[in-house]
T-cell receptor, first 112, second 118 residues
């Protein structure tokens, strides 16, 4: 079991560029989440999904889009990157909100 | 208002001693859950322990226990017999119906950095 994997691990973008972060889980979890972590802050939820084909906004959704076309994958897109989106991005999954979340290793994104 | 407050930005503890990391929370949902996660310097988030609001007993997992005081709205993490490998950031998180992140989603505190001294 690989658990939750994230691709890529590091990325540097210029302002205005776009990119997609891929999250994959092999635990057959219904729920998947994207968080960002900034220095001195805890994790903040960007978007989440309660099942294949569904997505919902979290606390800080602006500037991001997501898709969940397959149950095991959850994609996070940045259409026009901004320096304020420099952060570490974590993907997580869980069977339901009433269980612990399993996290991926994180993606460190720098926007210059 | 902060839903999850961790008042200790940093803590030091001597190896083999016990340490308590504070977490207070605020919710009007009678059915909520509290989680603690560990983030070592390598960056991954590791689940440690969970306490449900209706659980009668304080949660325990090995060297980790949760001192749950419902009336005071506190859920402090106690680590017994600290080890060097316990040096990490520790995050308290709450799941409730009225989360600003979405119904039943997690709200995280800002974390406490624990350093274990040999």
């Amino acid at each position: 079991n690989a658990g939750v994997t994230q691709t890529p691990k590091f990325r540097v973008l210029k302002t205005g560029q776009s990119m997609t972060l891929l999250c994959a889980q092999d635990m057959n979890h219904e729920y998947m989440y994207w968080y960002r972590q900034d220095p001195g802050m805890g994790l903040r939820l960007i978007h989440y999904s309660v099942g294949e084909g569904t997505t919902a906004k979290g606390e800080v959704p602006d500037g991001y889009n997501v898709s969940r076309l397959k149950k095991q994958n959850f994609l996070l897109g940045l259409e026009s990157a901004a320096p304020s989106q420099t952060s570490v991005y974590f993907c997580a999954s869980s069977p339901s909100p009433f269980y612990e979340q399993y996290f991926g290793p994180g993606t460190r994104l720098t926007v210059t | 208002a902060q839903k999850i407050t961790q008042t200790q930005p940093g803590m030091f503890v001597q190896e083999k001693e016990a340490v308590t990391l504070d977490c207070t929370y605020d919710t009007s949902d009678p059915s909520y859950g509290l989680f603690w996660y560990k983030q070592p310097s390598s960056g991954e988030m590791i689940f440690l322990i969970y306490q449900g609001s209706y659980d009668q007993q304080n949660a325990t997992e090995g060297r980790y226990s949760l001192n749950f005081q419902k009336a005071r709205k506190s859920a402090n993490l106690v680590i017994s017999a600290s080890q060097l490998g316990d040096s990490a950031m520790y995050f308290c998180a709450m799941r409730d119906r009225y989360s600003g992140a979405g119904s039943y989603q997690l709200t995280f505190g800002k974390g406490t950095k624990l350093s274990v001294i040999p």
